[in-house]
């Protein structure tokens, strides 16, 4: 995948859409790139949204939870992804970033059995595709729908090419840039090792981890193993990773007290920072 003529241009065996969006305004020099969930039903309708003038909102680029990339507005032209926003002494960030919306039902509501998406009172999402988390902006623990692996991998193709191209100075989330307003991307989201990977940034060695919430840490790889007596662990604790078992990681965690060692879900962590 490349840039040209500020699109992406799929390689061989890739494929990139491009559907212009009505939603749009005049040029910008983008400096931040900005991530986002599109609290929706699925990747149709919020493409279609976006192509609704009456929406008057719009993303320059849309990726499925199958890794699917659509393009909806030029990388030069000013998308209404950000609304009212400030960052770093600016105003109104749609004149100044680039905007990557994902497909994902963000957060949801309490149902009985589990968790459901705002647009569906009747849904309850698998137990394997929720996060339960407090927003790092306060709020209670609720739960939020997952990202895939395959989205994953596109967003961090296309939110490196970006960052390149137009020489970015950071990326950030929504909810960074309309805190209180906002909550995307959300706590599913590892936007802090996603910055440091786009960014390029000196990260601490793949061994060193962070847990993102309250973690539970178990006796063997998957919910049918008990929790041990320090479960859970807190947010922040740093943990050594010792081995991986599908999506689960058996480390040596050290929280207040003695190492122990167990196993944890990989979705709970991220890589720590050279700060944290």
Known sequence: ????????????????DYL?????????????LVMHFTAGRDLASSRDWFLNPAARASAHVLIGRDGAVLQMVAFNRKAWHAGVSHWEGLSGL?????GIELDNRG???PREGGWGPWFDPGRVEPAEDVMEAAHRH???????QRYTGPQMDSALTVASLIVARYGLLDVIGHED????????PGPAFPLASFRARVMGRAEVDDSTWLATTRLNIRGGPGIAHAPLDASPLPAGTRCRLLQTHDDWRF???QPAGDPLRGWVHGFYLRRAEIGD
């Open 251 to 253: 480390v040596e965690a």
């Open 94 to 98: 749609n004149s100044h970033s680039i």
């Open 138 to 144: 306060g709020g209670a623990c609720c739960g939020w």
């Open 177 to 184: 840039i309309a805190p209180g307003r906002k909550t995307d």
């Open 20 to 32: 212009r969006s009505p939603n749009q305004s005049g040029a910008i020099t983008p400096r931040y």
């Open 107 to 109: 957060k949801l509501e």
């Open 1 to 16: 995948m490349k840039i040209r003529n500020h699109r992406l241009q799929a390689d061989p065996g890739e494929s990139v």
